[in-house]
């Protein structure tokens, strides 16, 4: 089955989808599970339609890191192996995104002398990236560590979602069995690049959110207050 286990709903400073249309384009787009992965921010939601992993993609000191099936927000500005710690202190798997990405030098762990061997599964495919060679970089990383890998979309908008993905075994009835699943490696990372024009969109979006344009007014309903 379809996951998409790397996407932003508007309540990244730079994304722009909210949740609901981002699970109804997901279905439509045959993606089974989806983990929203909003910056250094929990974003809990429930859907009936698809298999919706909680995550999160925190900023550390060197890069950035996320975590999926987590129950409490992780605060952004640690180290990462202290980042990577408290993600599995709640049973999360840790996956390190876009690691060689020269495109995001400040986000790409490795590019910031982070070993990655230590951590659960590496993104080698994310739709973002401008060409190929970071992908060929972390899948060759990858495959000489036997690490874990996947494929994300990365999405901000809806239009990317499900771009690139990753294939999961086909009995995963719930988010424990994607993370076993992640755990032991059985993931394929699948699809292709998003077209350019995307990267216009992140900027305009923080611009939006600024003056208020385009801010969601009520947070959904998430650990901490429910
Ligand atoms: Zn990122
Ligand atoms: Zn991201």
């Keep these: 089955m379809k996951a998409d286990l790397h996407t932003h709903t508007w309540y990244s400073p730079d994304g722009m989808t909210p949740p609901s249309l981002l699970i109804r384009v997901a279905k439509r787009k045959g993606l089974r599970v989806v983990a929203i992965t909003d910056h250094n921010r929990l974003t809990i939601v429930r859907s009936e339609d698809v298999i919706l992993v909680p995550g999160e993609e925190v900023m550390t000191t060197r890069g950035e890191i996320i975590g999926l099936g987590i129950t409490e927000e992780i605060p952004p500005g640690l180290d990462p192996f202290e980042t990577a710690d408290l993600i599995e202190e709640q049973?999360?798997?840790?996956?390190?995104?876009?690691?060689?990405?020269w495109f995001r030098r400040r986000t790409a762990l490795f590019l910031n002398g982070v070993d990655m061997n230590r951590f659960h599964v590496v993104e080698v495919l994310n739709a973002r990236y401008v060409d190929y060679t970071p992908l060929v970089?972390?899948?060759?990383?990858a495959k000489e560590k036997a690490l874990p890998m996947v494929g994300s979309s990365d999405a901000h908008t809806p239009w990317e979602v499900g771009v690139a993905y990753t294939l999961l075994p086909d009995d995963i009835d719930d988010v424990?069995?994607?993370?076993?699943a992640l755990r032991k490696g059985l993931c394929k990372p699948f699809g292709h690049l998003s077209p350019p024009l995307v990267h216009i969109f992140s900027p305009l979006m923080r611009i939006f959110h600024k003056w208020g344009l385009f801010k969601p007014h009520s947070a959904p309903s998430s650990v901490k207050n429910r």
């Design 91 to 101: 049973g999360g798997v840790v996956v390190i995104p876009h690691p060689f990405d």
């Design 176 to 180: 424990y069995d994607v993370l076993i």
């Design 137 to 141: 970089r972390a899948y060759t990383y």
